[in-house]
Structures are given as structure tokens and as C-alpha cells.
């Protein structure tokens, strides 16, 4: 483990490749494995692949340029209503997103948007 979180990097430069589908699978996994406050996994996950969503991503902050050459976006959702620590209870799952990434042979890159209505976009 100590090895993993020793080669986790911030990746904003990313290979035209498609990511496998099996190692999506277990970066999914990893992050449902997430701790959560009181147990209520309050959160979802959006995978993104088309090219127009991943564009409005990349405008959602000036530090998320990037996203929209990513070949895949993982948008981790936290239903306000349903949890009270949305911000660490998301952030958690985003480091097991990130742990396992590193994992599988994949690069990725933590982008917040704080504000839980910043960004509204089509879920499709």
C-alpha cells in the first residue's frame, strides 16, 4: 500500500487511450469501499466519457483545464440531504479513486467544486 500512495501523482497530461473497462470497475469498487459519516454513503458516481461533458467539467473551475482530455471523468455526487460531511465524506472516496487508479497503471487528478450547486449538468 505504502508503495501505492508513494507513486500517486497529480496527472493533468493524459494518453488518448481508453480506459479499461475492468480497471474502471475497480476503481469504482475501491471508491464504494469508502468510509462515510455515520455510514450513509450519501454519494454517487457519474462516469463521464462524452466529449461535450467533459468540456463543461473542464470550465466548472480555472484548475480543471484538463478534464476535458481525460479519456474518461469520474464526478463524484454527494447528496446533501441525505449526508452532513459532504465535503470530507467526498474527498475520501476521491483518494480511493486516486489510490486505485495509481493501482491499475492510471494517472488522475483531484478537481473540487466546493460549492455543492456550482455546477449543474445533464446526467445522461
Avoid at 34 to 39: A, F, K, L, Q, T
Avoid at 101 to 109: D, K, P, R, T
Amino acid at each position: 500500500m505504502l508503495e501505492v500512495i508513494r507513486k500517486r501523482r497529480s496527472i493533468r497530461s493524459y494518453l488518448a487511450d481508453d480506459v479499461e473497462e475492468e480497471k474502471l470497475k475497480r476503481i469504482l469498487k475501491a471508491a464504494m469501499f469508502s468510509p462515510s459519516s455515520r455510514g450513509g454513503r450519501a454519494w454517487e458516481f457519474i462516469v463521464v466519457r462524452n466529449d461535450a461533458t467533459k468540456s463543461a467539467l473542464s470550465e466548472a473551475t480555472p484548475y480543471a483545464f484538463f478534464v476535458k482530455d481525460a479519456p474518461v471523468a469520474i464526478v463524484v455526487c454527494y447528496d446533501i440531504d441525505s449526508g452532513r460531511r459532504f465535503k470530507e465524506d467526498a474527498s475520501i472516496c476521491a483518494e480511493h479513486i486516486h489510490l486505485e487508479a495509481v493501482n491499475q497503471g492510471l494517472g488522475s487528478c483531484f478537481v473540487q467544486v466546493l460549492e455543492p450547486y456550482a455546477l449543474t449538468l445533464p446526467c445522461h
